[in-house]
């Protein structure tokens, strides 16, 4: 199983950006999509997730701000981030759960300036 997340990058505060991440490979009924971060010296953690029932739960930090959204065919997780602030500031990991276990992207990094 591969993941490949991509739309890091350098943005201003206020600004927005899109993180996509495509899973491939021997997947067996995906259930979860999920976004974690992880700040410079800070544990990883959550930020959001969505079911295939298309519910979606966030960390407190990011709601209003950030969207989650999937496509199941493609077996790709999106992650839409508006108004970054500096503390958004991380690298960004999909997780993808299906039957079998979950499995983890490379991490795609977001740098938040002031």
């Known amino acids: 199983v591969q993941l490949q997340a991509y739309g890091g990058g350098l943005v201003q505060a206020g600004g927005s950006l899109r993180l996509s991440c495509a899973a491939s490979?021997?997947?067996?009924?995906?259930?979860?999509m999920s976004w974690y971060r992880q700040a410079p010296g800070k544990q990883r953690e959550f930020v959001a997730t969505?079911?295939?029932?298309?519910?979606?739960n966030y960390t407190e930090s990011v709601k209003g701000r950030f969207t989650i959204s999937r496509d199941s065919a493609r077996n790709t997780v999106y992650l839409q981030m508006n108004n970054l602030n500096t503390e958004d500031t991380a690298v960004y990991y999909c997780?993808?759960?299906?039957?079998?276990?979950?499995?983890w992207g490379q991490g795609t990094l977001v740098t938040v300036s002031s």
């Open positions: 490979g021997s997947l067996f009924s995906i259930n979860l």
């Open positions: 969505m079911s295939n029932d298309g519910s979606a």
């Open positions: 997780c993808v759960y299906d039957i079998l276990g979950h499995y």
